[in-house]
């Protein structure tokens, strides 16, 4: 109780006091680092997710090798505890959020993504990586880079470029945060007569009394409640006090334009990630083209350098991905009409084009072309030396 007195005795005798009228010492920060969170994780999972439904086609020259254990283990499922959509989520993730990833492999055979580990650069030599963790297990040993799937993307961690951005906004977003927790929010004083003495029994029961009468006010649609002498409560909000804009709207609004610069610096367009179907094949095709496909080659040239040798590889067997980026069909048919009727390409090239497998039938390896591309033949019964087509000209002449 003493101390009370200090303190309040200290602020009535400051002769400055306009400070006590400043009520943001009295609130606690809100916390907002979840938007920063939110903002990550929904543009990673979006990415992720999309890559996910890809396809890894482990090629034995033009053909796809299903049979294969790397097609299984890439396909279908990693390890014993995740499925494929499940490890390649976290390695997309993994790879965007901290800008590298690493993969290693158990001795049953089992592929897993890292979920820390140490990169020693040895300059000269095979960099190694130690302290490989994998959920709650920390491998002891040390994995060469021939033995590992390592994957840089060429920009900084993420978290570098948001936390900047987190920084100019957060103190706004709380500012817009306490004003919407403040709109039509009850407020009341209470105002008591003096109490004589300083026992603390009665002030116990006072504050009881009180805390009483607030809960009825909180938890019932009807609320009647005693007024004894000596106090008196009174409402002091304002019911005329009228917005623009609602302050949940503009937290909505700055939410989304944060997660819109996320978005900007991974490559996916904003309307694809708030549902918006206006311009949603453009954007989806800017995605596919600058976000999708670049992490499609990014992976491809990792696994193909971890899993084939220079000589396996020269002989045609690699891995190609397929993914949303791949063609379709209803849109190509005419180009590839055209290409097959020009005689660029064969029925089985034309296959692999649009991300089919070729059949490898021999009528399928025969190029063909349409009587629109081929040579006027010569009449050489007729001993003019005139082609067809010039017999029509002059008969058209003579019309």
């Known amino acids: ?9 200290a602020i009535t005798q400051r002769r400055d006091t306009s400070f006590i009228y400043d009520t943001d010492m009295w609130e606690p920060a809100a916390s907002r680092v979840f938007i920063k969170r939110l903002a990550i994780d929904t543009v990673l999972n979006f990415v992720a997710r ?44 993994e790879l965007l959020y901290n800008s590298e990833t690493l993969v290693v492999q158990g001795d049953d055979g089992d592929i897993y993504v890292a979920d820390s580990f140490m990169k020693n650069d040895l300059a000269l030599y095979p960099d190694t990586f ?61 105002k008591v007569g ?33 007024n004894g002498q000596g106090l008196d409560y009174t409402e002091t909000n304002s019911v005329s006090e009228t917005r623009s804009t609602s302050p949940l709207e503009n937290l909505t609004t700055l939410r989304t334009q944060f997660m819109d610069d996320v978005a ?42 971890t899993f084939f040798t220079k000589a396996e590889y020269r002989r045609g067997s690699h891995i190609n991905i397929v993914g949303l980026g791949k063609a379709d069909l209803t849109k190509l048919a005419e180009p590839l009409d055209k290409l097959r009727a020009g005689g ?19 009528e399928m390896q025969e190029y063909y072309v349409t009587k629109n591309y081929g040579q006027a033949a010569v009449n ?18 003579g019309e």
């Open 380 to 397: 050489d019964n007729a001993g003019t030396g005139s082609t067809d087509t010039g017999a029509d000209q002059s008969k058209e002449g």
């Open 264 to 305: 900007a610096l991974v490559g996916v367009p904003p309307v694809l990630l708030h549902g918006q179907q206006a311009e949603s094949d453009q954007a989806k095709q800017t995605f596919v083209d600058n976000c999708l496909g670049a992490l499609n080659k990014l992976v491809e040239a990792a696994l193909n350098s």
């Open 344 to 362: 660029f390409v064969n029925g089985d090239e034309g296959r692999v084009l649009i991300g089919l497998d070729p059949t490898g039938k021999p």
């Open 130 to 190: 130690t302290g490989v963790t994998v959920g709650t297990y920390t491998y002891t040993r040390t994995f060469n880079m021939q033995d590992v799937l390592y994957i840089k993307n060429s920009n900084n961690r993420l978290e570098a470029y948001v936390s900047g951005l987190f920084d100019d906004t957060s103190e706004l977003y709380g500012r817009m945060y306490d004003v919407a927790m403040r709109e039509k929010q009850i407020r009341g004083i209470v």
């Open 194 to 226: 003096a109490l004589t003495g300083t026992d603390k029994e009665k002030q116990d029961k006072l504050q009881n009394f009180i805390d009483n009468i607030f809960k009825q006010f909180n938890h019932r649609s009807i609320a009647i409640v005693p």
């Open 50 to 93: 999309s890559f996910a439904q890809s396809e890894f086609k482990v090629m034995n020259g033009d053909r796809v090798d299903k049979k294969s254990e790397l097609y299984y283990r890439l396909n279908v499922q990693p390890n014993k505890n995740q499925t494929s959509v499940e490890f390649w989520s976290k390695l997309i993730y």
């Open 1 to 9: 109780m003493n101390v009370f007195k200090d303190w309040w005795s």
